[in-house]
């Protein structure tokens, strides 16, 4: 079996030397000395200046909701994970959707400022497979409207804009550290800004408000994360220039290998220090899609329609937004890992021109 992702491990004792002195100190939780190392090392190699690390991406996208204290519309983008939107819904918001740029795949910040309206409180948009949106643009909007900003970057670890982390950008920017990310805490997220108060704010929301032992600062959650998990990040940091290589060095060969197959690839050119998160294709119909997928599916191999459905076709959302339903139909990411061999990614090569060269054969009655 070739799944479509594997988390990257290190060697097991570079994890277990954590491990000792977690057992060493018995500080599992509740901002140990692991978290506020990691907290460091990657204000560090991301060149930010303020971050939290938290127990998971969606809730980094709560908190930044919260901490904006948003309420009505948020404007947002359908062709993106599910917890972009379900955060906006969770926290009492609804989501207002705008379609998406045909190349790059993020939100069109051409159609932002039609869609706004007495109730609109921010803007979500999302760092499409790591590709970056139009920040400058977007940044515009926003002022000109008095809204606020903020990035889902669950992709975009590592990626900058003019010389500057990708995280520096929008009120508050988020992160996913996921086991199925390029850097990973098993399971972790980050949120980012350059506001100290606006930090100091989501401090209080991830510990349940507290404000020393007995006094209580507003209305928290629990969204701290362990020793545990700090810990597999630290060890993971120093592999990210091995990891990066690789994956693109593995992108790299699936273009080669797919220089033949009739599909398109969405527009990740001169972006800054990309991460290569992963290999989507983009198919002319669904139809051919569907027929790959079973194809891959018979050979033990992996491959996920991400994203679909479209997030405007949820049971608990609406919007019209054309071009990403389109786009969702026809998406496909191809695995991609650490330790996927070159032969691999020749076979599974292989099969995708297997379909396209042997067409379903039209029986007419």
């Known amino acids: 079996m070739i799944p479509v992702t594997k988390p990257f491990l ?77 955060s906006i819904v969770w926290e009492g918001c609804t989501p207002v959707y705008v379609d998406i740029l045909p190349d790059q795949l993020t939100i069109d910040p051409a159609k932002i400022e039609a869609a706004i309206t007495p109730l609109t409180s921010a803007i979500l948009a999302t760092h499409v497979y790591g590709i970056p949106c139009d920040v400058e643009a977007i940044a515009e909007i926003a002022k000109k409207h008095k809204l606020k900003v903020i990035y889902d970057g669950a992709h975009a670890f590592g990626v900058k804009v003019k010389g500057k982390s990708i995280f520096d950008y929008g009120d508050i920017s988020t992160c996913s550290f996921h086991a199925t990310k390029v850097f990973h805490t098993i399971e972790g997220g980050g949120v980012f800004t350059k506001d100290p108060e606006l930090l100091k704010k989501m401090a209080y929301l991830r510990n349940f408000g507290h404000d020393g032992f007995e006094n209580f600062n507003g209305v928290g959650i629990n969204a701290k994360n362990s020793e545990f998990h700090a810990a597999m990040g630290l060890v993971n940091i120093p592999y990210l220039p091995q990891i990066l290589a690789k994956r693109e060095e593995q992108c ?49 191999i992996g491959a996920r329609r991400y994203f679909y459905p479209g997030l405007n076709t949820l049971d608990y959302t609406s919007g019209f937004t054309p071009l990403s339903d389109q786009t969702a139909a026809r998406v496909l990411c191809l695995p991609l890992y650490h330790t996927l061999s070159a032969e691999e990614q020749r076979m599974i090569s292989r099969l995708l021109l297997r379909v396209q060269n042997n067409p379903p054969v039209s029986v007419k009655g």
């Open 10 to 86: 290190p060697p097991k004792a570079e994890y277990d030397k954590y491990l000792e002195g977690i057992w060493e100190r018995n500080w599992l939780t509740n901002n140990g000395p692991l978290v506020n190392e990691l907290e460091l090392r990657l204000k560090e190699y991301l060149d930010v200046n303020h971050l939290l690390f938290v127990s998971n991406g969606t809730i980094a996208l709560q908190i930044a909701i919260k901490a904006l204290e948003l309420q009505g519309e948020i404007i947002t983008t359908p062709f993106s994970y599910v917890a972009t939107t379900s």
């Open 252 to 300: 790299q060969l699936y273009r080669e290998l797919l220089s033949d197959l009739n599909v398109s690839f969405p527009d990740n050119g001169n972006i800054e220090a990309y991460s290569h998160s992963y290999f989507p294709i983009l198919f002319k119909n669904e139809d051919i899609l569907l027929r790959t997928m079973k194809v891959l599916s018979e050979h033990g």
